[in-house]
């Protein structure tokens, strides 16, 4: 049973350590890119809503 028992530790302690290298290490890698792309996306989608606009407007009779 104590061979059990250490090995729960162990996993729980290997666990510990994961956790915090995924919270302070990854995650906020992750995050900076992820803003990076959502930026980037996000310029794009301006682009073309603006040429669609400008294709709509082109198309429309002038008043």
């Known amino acids: 049973m ?3 028992e250490e090995f729960g530790r162990r996993v729980e302690e290997e666990l510990a350590r994961l956790r915090k290298y995924l919270e302070e290490e990854v995650a ?3 995050e900076r890119r992820t803003a990076v792309f959502l930026r ?3 310029e794009k989608l301006n682009e ?3 040429k669609l606009e400008s294709r ?3 198309r429309r ?3």
């Open 40 to 42: 980037e996306v996000s």
């Open 56 to 58: 709509y407007n082109a």
């Open 61 to 63: 009779p002038q008043s």
């Open 28 to 30: 906020p890698e992750t």
């Open 2 to 4: 104590d061979k059990f």
């Open 48 to 50: 073309t809503a603006a």
